[in-house]
């Protein structure tokens, strides 16, 4: 690791065993970030940017209450933990209960499989947008706006708690979204296409059929019918799948949501009966290579795999330790911050529906009629209510495939919508192409998953027939 973080390490063990007990608790976070932002737009480049930060946060915690600081100048760090401190003890009036977790003194760093993109240079990566442009501008006249955003982060973080724990992590993230809009007179149409990757830069150089595609369904869109709106039996795809678990449920099982909430935590009950006996659904920074995986979350708590739906029913929660001794449950690794400017919220890692056994062409075949919808354009959830609009989607009459129709949305009540599931695919597949956003930080990488699924009653959205 970078010598400026290496010299910090005593004198975080020294401000730790000074000030410990002053409170209950207290985490320093010490945070080296490199990024590189690229935005292309139509034809000119909007951002073209490298950079280097350096800076930290503070948690104290004091009979319940949390005192937090952040700062970017190293020079008055202890400045940050005695403000932390004096917050905590202003507040502080009930009983600070963090669930337990292992003591660990350790380096960890998430292995590449490829080039780091430290190794690129900035007009290789500049190169690349301009490539990903060109194709998107060239498959047809009647596109009328591009855009193509490069992103990479490599973030090295010590943390040092009260407890004992003092570890080291590191990790890059790297991440590239494209869209492309056309327009036929007072129609318009658009495609996207998101993917990212903590394993080589080489994931984000061969997307060409993938970025052609987006460009293509915003084409191809123009000459569509829109879908006639009504209550329909709907087939989705994997894609689908990964954004439904991870936006309308996943959400819903961040136990800070819960434990503020009386209401949501009488319907959260463990043991309640959600979904059809298969449905299976998990949470988990353990499986690795995916953009949610990590070695320990900013708590130091271990990364591990959380079964949220058990055979249908509710058995599990993400938690924060904090959340976790609130509700005498076991701490899940969940606990996540975007940077040192915030204080680690309950946030989803990678979440996935695990494969079923109905194989997919049978998941059309008892459709009399029906709408199948794959990928993504765009969606927003309000508690257990959400929309979600697909990138793609076709009518499906008598068990098959028929005709292609767009502006496809799909909403419901997601308890509702998990009752619904008549049949789960065979199929899975990984998405990671996720920038998920909560309490202001926007863009925490994560991964989701899933087989196809058929829903019934989900009401879709179009043009009233």
């Known amino acids: 690791m ?13 401000l730790i065993k000074r000030y410990r007990s002053q409170v209950d608790y207290l985490a320093i976070r010490v945070e080296e970030a490199e990024e590189t932002d690229i935005l292309l737009r139509g034809d000119r480049i909007e951002t073209l940017s490298e950079g280097l930060s350096i800076g930290g946060q503070v948690r104290a915690c004091h009979k319940g209450g949390w005192g937090f600081a952040s700062f970017n100048r190293l020079e008055g760090l202890e400045k940050q ?3 932390a401190i004096t917050a905590a003890k202003l507040i502080g009036e009930e009983e600070t209960l963090l669930a337990p977790i292992p003591i660990v003194q350790e380096t960890r760093i998430l ?4 080039t780091d993109p430290r190794q690129v240079p900035l007009a290789q990566k500049k190169e690349l947008c301009d490539r990903y442009g060109h194709i998107l501008r060239s498959v047809d006249s009647r596109i009328t706006t591009i855009s193509v955003r490069y992103n990479d982060s490599t973030q090295r973080i010590l943390l040092a708690t009260s407890e004992g724990t003092f570890l080291e992590q590191a990790w890059v993230d790297m991440e590239m979204r494209f869209a492309a809009t056309a327009r036929n007179g007072e129609t318009v149409q658009t495609g996207r296409e998101t993917t990212g990757s903590r394993r080589a830069y080489e994931d984000l150089t061969h997307l060409d059929t993938q970025v052609q595609s987006a460009a293509q369904r915003a084409v191809n869109s123009l000459d569509l019918p829109p879908v006639k709106g009504n209550t329909y039996t709907v087939v989705i795809d994997p894609i689908l799948t990964g954004l439904f678990v991870h936006e309308a449920f996943g959400h819903l099982s961040e136990a800070d949501m819960t434990y503020e909430n009386p209401d ?3 319907v959260m009950t463990l043991g309640r009966q959600f979904g059809p006996k298969n449905l299976q659904i998990f949470d988990g920074a353990e499986p690795p290579g995916h953009r949610g995986s990590y070695f320990y979350d900013d708590e130091g708590t271990p990364g591990t795999t959380t079964q949220l739906i058990k055979d249908g029913a509710l058995v599990g929660r993400l938690h924060s330790r904090e959340t976790a001794g609130k509700l005498g449950e076991a701490p899940t690794g969940n606990a996540r911050c975007l940077n040192y400017h915030y204080r680690p919220l309950v946030r989803m890692t990678n979440t996935w529906i695990e494969r079923g056994d109905t194989a997919v062409e049978d998941l059309f075949s008892e459709v009399k009629q029906g709408v199948y919808a794959r990928n993504w354009l765009g969606g927003m959830t309000n508690g257990e209510m959400f929309t979600f609009s697909a990138g ?3 009518m499906i009459r008598n068990g098959k495939l028929a005709e292609p129709v767009r502006d ?4 419901g009540n997601v308890f509702t919508t998990l009752a619904d599931i008549e049949a789960i695919g065979n199929d899975f597949y990984w998405d990671e192409s996720g920038g998920c956003g909560k309490g202001g930080q926007n863009g925490l990488p994560v991964g989701c998953g899933g087989p ?3 829903i019934r009653n989900v009401v879709v959205g179009g043009e009233v027939s």
């Open 81 to 83: 933990v005695s403000q």
């Open 392 to 394: 793609e989607a076709w």
């Open 264 to 266: 949501l935590l009488e």
């Open 2 to 14: 970078p010598t400026l973080l290496t010299d910090l390490k005593n004198v975080l063990a020294d």
């Open 452 to 454: 196809s699924l058929r």
């Open 408 to 411: 496809v949305t799909l909403s």
């Open 111 to 114: 292995p590449l499989t490829g």
